[in-house]
């Protein structure tokens, strides 16, 4: 007999994902509600499905019920079953939806002794509390979801794509110059701070013939004459230039400290896990998002935002650590209840006169459920992550 797959809709779409990869059933049934439609909320499940290889785009129902009506989920199903559900058995995914719709799904669908499933978010594992005899452990989930899969199911298409394995090789390739900068970043921050003055006005409309980036100061440390040397600046005891390429200058800005982030947790995840990084994404709204680095680890989504360089106080290009927390706080809210949500900075703002981090910075994090890496802590990222994740 064909399998059909009961569905509650609600801002979480993950777990109904999940649930539709593990049982693969010959047939969808999403029970909705008009706001959650109006957000495309099954759309998104539907196409991530598709993007996994798995296309029910012919192969499903949806109603719109009221999420506050116990009986107008069961009359639509009944109407619905009177011609076409014969033909199938039931899985009922109880773990979305309001508490009404759970509650209206379990009573229907126990008189037909359908297996019911739940997913004790955000663990990898789902209960069966309905029938009677069932499997007293949990079932492991054991698909995972990759970053573009995490996107699509809440509703954000990648549109930088053919960009980002692009960027990630260039990465890898500048590996060894971006730990030279991450072990010697005090030093080497007033070299950084002037090349960021004479890039950052044209970043944004970046001639094609390149900018001639001069070091403005005395060379007098060997981490100055290494990482210049790395960069391919002439030797010259007297301010020495060069022509800047695009790419290049996005590095010398603070893509840096990006591709620094990128680079450890890649190591980190070692496979088990998807990592992208400069990632724009379009909503629904056609709203762009840029996400600096962005991975998926045990089916939950991880966020860090990247913050260098620390401009003198009343410079133009001050942007304050709590512009950031806002920032990354708006993105972390469109991804439902699990997504974590880092801010590493180089910045010397986040301290107080005694050395630690300000209260109201860590207040503010725990507003936002924002976790802030410091200079020391990016240091030793792997150690501090895997506490973390």
């Known amino acids: 007999m064909k399998t059909c797959l009961v569905s509650l809709v609600s ?49 499903h129902q949806v109603f719109q019920i009221s999420e506050n009506s116990i009986l107008d989920l069961q009359q639509k199903f009944s109407n619905w079953s009177a011609e076409a559900g014969g033909q199938y058995d039931y899985i009922v995914n109880l773990t979305c939806g309001t508490k009404l719709m759970s509650l209206s799904a379990y009573d229907l669908f126990k008189e037909y002794g359908s297996m019911m499933v739940y997913i004790p978010i955000p663990r990898n594992e789902f209960l069966i509390p309905f029938p009677k005899h069932r499997p007293k452990e949990p079932t492991l989930l054991t698909d995972r979801l990759s970053v573009e899969e995490y996107l699509l199911a809440y509703g954000f298409k990648i549109n930088n794509k053919n960009h980002i394995e692009k960027n990630k090789s260039i990465s890898r390739d500048r590996k060894q110059k971006t730990k030279l900068i991450m072990n010697n970043y005090r030093q080497l921050q007033p070299i950084l701070l002037s090349f960021f003055k004479q890039l950052q006005p044209v970043l944004n409309k970046f001639p094609k013939s390149g900018v001639v980036v001069t070091v403005d100061k005395k060379i007098d440390k060997e981490a100055e004459k290494e990482f210049l040397m790395a960069l391919g600046f002439p030797p010259s005891k007297e301010k020495p230039s060069k022509v800047v390429e695009k790419s290049e200058g996005k590095y010398l800005c603070g893509g840096w400290l990006e591709e620094y982030v990128f680079l450890i947790v890649d190591e980190l995840l070692g496979g088990k896990g998807d990592i992208q990084i400069g990632v724009e994404a379009i909503d629904n709204q056609e709203n762009k998002n840029e996400f600096d680095v962005i991975f998926t680890f045990e089916n939950t989504l991880n966020l860090i935002e990247c913050k260098s360089l620390d401009p003198e106080e009343g410079s133009e290009f001050k ?54 890496i410091t200079l020391d802590q990016l240091k030793d990222l792997p150690e501090f992550l895997l506490k973390q994740l």
């Open 11 to 59: 801002d979480q779409t993950i777990p109904n994902i999940l649930v539709a990869l593990h049982f693969k059933p010959d047939f969808l049934l999403f029970f909705s509600t008009k706001q959650m439609e109006d957000k495309g909320k099954t759309k998104a499940i539907l196409e991530t499905l598709k993007l996994r290889g798995l296309d029910y785009f012919s192969n």
């Open 319 to 372: 942007v304050g650590i709590t512009d950031f927390f806002y920032k990354l706080g708006a993105l972390r809210r469109n991804f439902g209840l699990t997504p974590k949500a880092f801010l590493a900075t180089t910045s010397k703002d986040i301290y107080d006169q005694s050395g630690l981090v300000k209260s109201h910075l860590l207040e503010r994090g725990k507003q936002f459920n924002i976790t802030l």
